[in-house]
C-alpha cells in the first residue's frame, strides 16, 4: 500500500462541481430575495436570474446523472455503513482531541462513509425535493385549472422553500467541514487540480502507471489534468 | 404681393378660430365661447356645412334633431333605445340599474333634483324621473354627440337644453364654465363623429365637477401626454374614445354595470367584428412578447387585469378626484345664515379645491391616488333604495362580486368612494333627497333642511319614508380602467409582491415574496439557525481543545 497523489476528480466532475456551486448560490439568493427576505435585486430581475439558473441547473444535473451512470462513478456514491461509526466518532469526539481522520480515501471510494450519506440524501430527495416543486412551481399556469390548484400551488411553495433550506443548511455543514483534518485550502485544491492523496494497493498502482499514467502525479512533481 | 396677403388673411383666420372667442353675456362678464375641438380625421363622404337642410337658423335643439332625422331616420329610435337616453339598464344581474334607479354616494339621485341633473342626458327636456324620457323623436339631442364646432354645450340646470341668446346672466354649462350662446346653426353644419370633448363634457365632469367621480376620467383627457393615457395622449396615438368603446346603431361597448371583466376571446378572427371595449379585443389575451419576461408577465392575466399594472394610480395629470364625501356635515351656515365654503385641497396646478360646503358636507380628494384591488368577475350589484341595509356597517353602494376561486375573477384597480349619506333610520333603507332646486321650499341646497330634502326626495321618488332619517356610511366602487398608462410606467413586481405590497389587502391565496415568515419560512430559518448554531458550538470546542493541547505540549 502507497500513498499516492491520483487523480480522482475528472475535469467534468470539476467542472460540475463548480458550476453548480455558482448556480446554487445564485438561486438561494435570488430565491430569499424572491421570499421577501431582502431586496438585493429588483424582483423581475431575481425571477429572470432564478428561472434561468434552475434551467441550467437542471440541463447541468441531466449531464451530471448521465456521467455518473455512463461512468460507472454512482457506486460512489451508495451508502455503506463500514467505517461510519469511526467517523461520526470521529466529528463528535475525536476530532476534539486533535486525533487524525479516521478515514483514508481509497480509488473506488473517494467519499468518507457520512459524506457518501450526506450526498446520498442530497441526490436522492433533497435535489429531486427542490426540482420537482420548482418544475411545478414555474408551470402553474399549466394546472391552474386542476381541482384546488391554489392550496396545492401554496403547498409546492413551501416545499420548495424548505428545500432551499436545507441546501442552505448543507452549504453551511459542507464549507465547514472544509476546515477539518488539513485544513480549507487542502480540501478545496483536489476540486481545481482533480488530485487528491489516495492509498493505492500496489495491483492498482501498477494499473495506473501502466495504463493511465496522466492520473498519477511523479514523484518529482505535480501533472496538470 | 397677393401671396402675401393671402397668407395674413389665411393666418387671421386661423388665429380666429383656432382661439377662444370671448363673448360678452349680458351682465357684461365674459363668457368664453370655446374653440372648435382639433379635427378627427374621417373618411366621411358627405360635408354636413353645404347640407341645404342645415343652411337656417334653429330655434332649439329639438329642431335641430328634426332635420338631423330628415336624413337620419332610424337614429332616433337607436338612440332612444340605448342607455344614453334611457338611463334606464336591465343588468345581468337582475337588477334595473341606470341613473334613473340607483342611488349614488355623490349627487345621490336624479328624481326630484331633474333639470340638473338631466342637463347631461342625451335628449332635451327629461324633468320629471317618474316618466320615461319623451319618446318624441325630435328629443334626441344629436348635437351633444356630433357637435364639431365645440361651441354647442347644455345648460347646467336645463334639463339638456343648450343656452340660447338670450342666455340669462350667471347661467352656467354642464362644465361649470359662464354659458355662451349656442350658435345651432353652426353646430348642426360641424357634425361629425364624436370627439373625447363631446363625451367628456358630461363623462369628465360626473358628479358635479372635473373628475369628481370616475378618478380616471377627466378634462385632463381632452388633450392627454402620453404619461397620463398612452392611447389618447393627443401627441401619440390620439385616440378617440369610440377607438376602445366601438359601437353598433346607438349602442356602445363598455359598460360599469356589466364589466367584461376577463376577455378570453382576445381579437378574434381577422376581421371578425368585436363589440367589445375591453383591452384584449386589441391586444389579445397574452400581449407581452415572447420573451422569457414575456412568458412570466402572459402567466399572470389569467388572474390580474391589464388595468391593475397597467394603471399604477389613477387621478393622473393634475386633476384631482374626490375620494371622500361626508353629507352628514352639510348644513353648517355662517353667522349670517349664509352657506359657508372652505377650499383646503390644494391640487398640483395650484388651485385650491373645497373641502367644505354648506351645500355638500365635507371632502377629501386625491391626485395620483394608488387605487383599492378586488377579485371581479364584472358583476355589480346595487344597494337598490328599497333594499334593506344595515346602518351598523358601512353599506356597499355597490358590490363587486369576484374570487381568487373563480376563473372568471381577476384581480382590478378600483376607486374606493368613501361617502357618509342620509339614510331612512327607521325602514333602514338608503334615502333620496331633493337638494337641487332653486325655487322650491325643501332643496337642501337652498334650505339646508335635511328633514324636508329627504321628505320631498322620497315623496317625488315614490318611495316609502318612515319620517326619521340618519347619515350612514357608504363605500362605492368605481372599476379603473381609462388613464393606461406607458408601458415603462407599469407596476414594477414588487409593488405586489413583498411583505407590504398593494395586494396585502387580499388574502386566502398564494402571493410569492408577500410572507416570508410562513410556517415552512420559520422552520427553514430555525433549522439554518440551528445548523449555523451547531457548527459555531462545534467549531469552539475544537479551538479549545487545540489550545488546551498546545498548553500541555508547552508544559
Known sequence: MTNRKVKIYPRFERIWHWSQMVLIVALLVTGMGLNGLHGLFPFKVAVMIHIIAALALLALWVFATFWLFTTGTWRQFIPRFEGLLKVARFYAFGIFKGEEHPYTKVLWRKHNPLQVIAYFGLKILVFPAIWSTGILYLTYNFWESAPDSGFWLEIIANLHLLAAYVILAFIIIHFYLLTVGHGFLAHVRPMITGFDEVELTSEQENYLTENEPWRLVDEGGEKDG | ?555
Not at chain 2, 138 to 149: A, G, Y
Not at chain 2, 272 to 301: F, M, V
Not at chain 2, 399 to 420: C, H, Q, T, V
Request: with cysteine; net charge negative; hydrophobic share 35%.
Open chain 2, 1 to 555: 404681393m397677393s401671396y402675401l396677403i393671402k397668407t395674413v388673411n389665411a393666418c387671421i383666420f386661423l388665429v380666429l378660430v383656432s382661439f377662444p372667442v370671448a363673448a360678452v353675456s349680458e351682465t357684461g362678464a365674459p363668457a368664453t365661447i370655446p374653440a372648435s375641438p382639433p379635427a378627427i380625421s374621417t373618411d366621411s363622404t358627405a360635408d354636413h356645412s353645404t347640407f341645404r337642410e342645415l343652411k337656417q337658423s334653429f330655434a332649439s335643439g329639438p329642431d335641430v334633431t328634426k332635420a338631423c332625422l330628415s336624413c337620419h331616420t332610424e337614429a332616433d329610435d337607436q338612440v332612444m333605445h340605448s342607455i344614453h337616453y334611457q338611463w334606464n339598464y336591465a343588468s345581468q344581474s337582475g337588477q334595473q340599474l341606470g341613473k334613473s334607479n340607483v342611488v349614488n354616494s355623490f349627487c345621490g339621485n336624479v328624481a326630484s333634483n331633474e333639470a340638473r341633473c338631466t342637463s347631461c342626458h342625451a335628449g332635451y327636456g327629461w324633468d320629471d324621473m317618474a316618466k320615461a324620457p319623451s319618446s318624441s323623436p325630435e328629443f334626441v339631442d344629436c348635437l351633444v354627440c356630433h357637435d364639431r364646432s365645440g361651441q354647442y354645450t347644455k345648460t347646467a340646470t336645463g334639463a339638456g337644453h343648450p343656452p340660447l341668446d338670450p342666455v340669462r346672466p350667471g347661467t352656467k354649462t354642464i362644465t361649470g364654465a359662464l354659458a355662451w350662446p349656442v350658435d345651432l346653426s353652426r353646430s348642426a353644419q360641424s357634425v361629425g363623429m364624436p370627439g373625447r370633448d363631446n363625451c367628456g363634457n358630461c363623462h369628465f365632469y360626473g358628479g358635479g365637477g372635473d373628475n369628481v367621480k370616475h378618478g380616471d376620467l377627466s378634462s385632463v383627457l381632452y388633450a392627454p401626454s402620453e404619461a397620463v393615457d398612452v392611447h389618447m395622449a393627443s401627441d401619440g396615438l390620439n385616440f378617440t374614445c369610440q377607438e376602445c368603446h366601438v359601437s353598433e346603431s346607438h349602442e356602445w361597448a363598455g359598460s360599469r354595470y356589466d364589466v367584461a371583466a376577463n376577455d378570453t376571446e382576445g381579437t378574434g378572427l381577422p376581421g371578425q367584428r368585436r363589440q367589445a371595449a375591453t383591452c384584449e379585443s386589441c391586444h389579445e389575451s397574452d400581449p407581452h412578447p415572447l420573451s422569457l419576461t414575456g412568458i412570466k408577465l402572459n402567466d399572470h392575466t389569467n388572474k390580474v387585469a391589464c388595468q391593475t399594472c397597467h394603471i399604477p394610480t389613477y387621478a393622473r395629470g393634475g386633476v384631482a378626484t374626490k375620494t371622500v364625501w361626508d353629507w352628514s356635515t352639510a348644513g353648517r351656515l355662517g353667522p349670517e345664515g349664509q352657506p359657508i365654503a372652505m377650499h383646503d385641497y390644494t391640487q398640483s396646478d395650484g388651485q385650491e379645491l373645497h373641502t367644505y360646503l354648506s351645500q355638500k358636507g365635507d371632502f377629501d380628494w386625491g391626485e395620483n391616488v394608488e387605487p383599492y384591488y378586488a377579485f371581479f368577475d364584472g358583476a355589480i350589484e346595487y344597494t337598490l333604495p328599497g333594499e334593506q341595509i344595515d346602518p351598523t356597517q358601512v353599506v356597499e353602494i355597490n358590490r363587486i362580486s369576484g374570487a381568487y376561486n373563480d376563473p372568471d375573477s381577476r384581480i382590478w384597480p378600483f376607486k374606493l368612494m368613501e361617502g357618509r349619506q342620509a339614510y331612512d333610520s327607521g325602514l333602514n333603507r338608503l334615502a333620496y333627497s331633493h337638494v337641487w332646486g332653486p325655487t322650491t321650499e325643501t332643496a337642501f341646497w337652498t334650505n339646508f333642511d335635511w328633514g324636508e330634502a329627504i321628505e320631498a326626495g322620497m315623496t317625488a321618488a315614490g318611495a316609502e319614508y318612515s319620517g326619521e332619517y340618519g347619515f350612514v356610511d357608504t363605500n362605492m366602487y368605481w372599476p379603473i380602467t381609462h388613464m393606461v398608462a406607458p408601458a415603462s410606467e407599469a407596476l414594477a413586481c414588487a409593488e405586489c409582491h413583498g411583505s407590504d405590497g398593494r395586494l396585502s389587502e387580499l388574502d386566502g391565496f398564494y402571493l410569492p415574496g408577500s410572507n416570508p415568515t410562513s410556517l415552512a419560512g420559520l422552520a427553514g430559518m430555525a433549522m439554518v439557525l440551528a445548523t449555523a448554531l451547531g457548527v459555531a458550538f462545534h467549531a469552539a470546542i475544537r479551538l479549545l481543545g487545540r489550545r488546551r493541547r498546545k498548553e500541555v505540549n508547552h508544559d
